[in-house]
């Protein structure tokens, strides 16, 4: 809406003000509502490098969405997360995506290589299985994480702690 854009570029005005932030290397991370957030920001601004969406992934309607920007998405799902599930669908929050298709039409949007590389990964005893879409613009990439067994968080402060290293090491790559 008017309204909300308004107030996304106040924000954003707000904090072009303080000359300690360097705007190049911008980040946002988002866990479940803040996810479609940031989802929304990444694909309607150009103010982030990266983006690291929690527990969520793109709404049908962000989807829908054409991104003029280049960033590095990061998303992270639940396998059996009974509050935004895996393969998408209505919810009281609204239509969502498949975590799939969200981590395909962001690597679409950012014409990445779409032949994903696939990996597995341990977390502290929690299985990651995640795939890299690479090749996009400005040597950006998408990586579509899936913590098996997991719902809504990963419920394991170790496994938190090692997902913390891992995003912030893709910002910093990017």
């Known amino acids: 809406s008017a309204a909300s854009d308004v107030y996304k570029r106040q924000i954003i005005d707000t904090l072009l003000s303080f000359s300690n932030i360097n705007f190049e290397k911008s980040y946002a991370i988002g866990y479940s509502n803040g996810s479609g ?60 995506m498949s975590a ?3 981590a395909l039409n962001w690597a679409d949007n950012l014409n990445c290589n779409t032949n994903g590389i696939a990996s597995t990964d341990n977390w502290n005893n929690i299985t990651i299985e995640s795939i890299l879409y690479g ?19 990963i419920g394991n402060y170790k496994a938190e702690e090692i997902m913390y290293n891992e995003i912030w090491s893709f910002f910093k790559n990017h």
Request: glycine content about 10%; hydrophobic content about 35%; charged content about 15%.
């Open 100 to 102: 799939s298709n969200s």
């Open 37 to 96: 957030m940031v989802n929304l920001l990444g694909k309607q601004t150009d103010h982030f490098k990266a983006i690291a969406t929690l527990y969520s992934h793109q709404l049908v309607s962000t989807g829908n969405i054409s991104t003029n920007s280049t960033l590095s998405v990061f998303q992270l799902n639940g396998e059996i997360d009974n509050i935004i599930p895996l393969n998408g669908g209505n919810t009281d929050f609204g239509e969502f």
């Open 135 to 153: 090749n996009c613009d400005n040597n950006h990439e998408v990586k579509k994480l899936v913590a098996i067994g997991q719902g809504h968080d």
